[in-house]
């Protein structure tokens, strides 16, 4: 699976949006990008995934640049409740395995 | 509620012991991942079963041993405890293992070895 880079660390106001890179530039063409996010040693919780076209659920929006280098998770109101490790991982299909790198840590602050 | 349910929550034991973790999947899941996480080391994969077979494996260390059950939940076993050990354990579960649906986790069960 292609290795990702992000930030480590991050900080947000709250109600502001918060917008979370992720370097992915040795992507190849079968692999998904998948958003994950633990919060304080909670199991991770899934959040969105996307191939090459930008997607959106109720949690977040995901922008993936044309050439699927890199990506950005955008959640668009954030609240303290959203203060959390934020892990970007390229997923291959055969595989399944999730492989967490050290992932962003959002702080979102009143 | 992930609908991944992991037991015991905790866990304490002496170096030298061995200990048994289980995960039920969430219904209708036929693949389970383990995860350790350390302070240290992150979110470390360790085996994936899928129906019952072994699928992928990882920095899974020899102590250490999985198994998938007919009605589909998981233990993992480790044996000769080090204080090393002492962590977070997850198992995650997915419908299939090849798809790309996502995984759920389960909250976990904190190992600590003294």
């Known amino acids: 699976d292609a290795k990702t880079t992000q930030p480590t660390s991050m900080d947000c106001a709250e109600g502001r949006a918060a917008n979370l890179p992720c370097n992915h530039s040795t992507i190849s063409g079968n692999e998904y990008v998948y958003w994950y996010r633990q919060i304080h040693s909670q199991g991770p919780q899934y959040i969105i995934h996307g191939l090459k076209n930008n997607e959106t659920n109720e949690m977040a929006s995901l922008i993936i640049t044309e050439d699927r280098k890199s990506s950005t998770l955008i959640l668009p109101h954030a609240t303290l409740r959203d203060t959390a490790v934020y892990y970007c991982?390229?997923?291959?299909?055969?595989?399944?395995?999730?492989?967490f790198g050290q992932g962003t840590i959002l702080t979102v602050h009143p | 509620d992930s609908g991944v349910t992991q037991t015991p929550k905790h866990l304490i034991t002496a170096t030298g012991q061995r200990v048994t973790l289980r995960c039920s999947p969430r219904?209708?899941?036929?693949?389970v991942y383990w995860y350790q996480q350390s302070l240290d080391q992150g979110l470390q994969f360790l085996i994936q079963y899928y129906n019952g077979e072994e699928r992928a494996k990882g920095n899974i260390l020899e102590r250490f041993s999985a198994q998938q059950f007919p009605d589909l939940h998981s233990e993992l076993n480790l044996s000769s405890l080090e204080l090393g050990d002492s962590a977070l354990y997850f198992c995650?579960?997915?419908?299939?293992?090849?798809?790309?649906?996502?995984?759920?986790f389960g909250q976990g069960t904190r190992l600590t070895v003294v």
């Open positions: 991982i390229v997923r291959g299909a055969p595989h399944g395995k999730l492989t």
């Open positions: 995650a579960s997915s419908v299939a293992d090849r798809g790309l649906t996502e995984a759920f």
């Open positions: 219904s209708g899941d036929l693949s």
